[in-house]
């Protein structure tokens, strides 16, 4: 078993950054490539980033591409996800997971999930 916990979500005016982190326990962590998902209300959840076990390969969903930067510190068991140039769009409930060894952009590929940190992007 994995356990996630998420931090660093809140409330932001739209232009600004916000840094989510993801901690994890459990297992080896550097075991595990992580993902970043969102949610907003009346849509699925949909792709974010992702990260390789040793953070040599990351990969972005288009519509955060040259925004967000997806990083991770196997030292501290953690992945973080930096914001910039917040749009109200980007307003969701954001998850993290994690998956053994190589990464998706699936959802479903996904074993463990967080319970998720709300961004809300005012206009």
């Known amino acids: 078993q994995v356990q996630l916990v998420e931090s660093g979500g809140g409330l932001v005016q739209a232009g600004g950054s916000l840094r989510l982190s993801c901690a994890a326990s459990?297992?080896?962590?550097?075991?595990?490539?992580m993902g970043w998902f969102r949610q907003a209300p009346g849509k699925e959840r949909e792709f974010i980033a992702t990260?390789?076990?040793?953070?040599?390969?990351?990969y972005y969903a288009d519509s955060v591409k040259g925004r967000f930067t997806i990083s991770r510190d196997n030292a501290k068991n953690t992945v973080y996800l930096q914001m910039n140039s917040l749009k109200p769009e980007d307003t969701a409930v954001y998850y993290c997971?994690?998956?053994?060894?190589?990464?998706?952009?699936?959802?479903?590929?996904?074993?463990?999930w967080g319970q998720g940190t709300q961004v809300t992007v005012s206009s």
């Open positions: 997971a994690a998956r053994l060894y190589t990464s998706s952009r699936h959802r479903d590929d996904y074993n463990y």
């Open positions: 990260i390789t076990w040793n953070g040599g390969s990351t």
């Open positions: 459990g297992r080896t962590f550097s075991n595990y490539a």
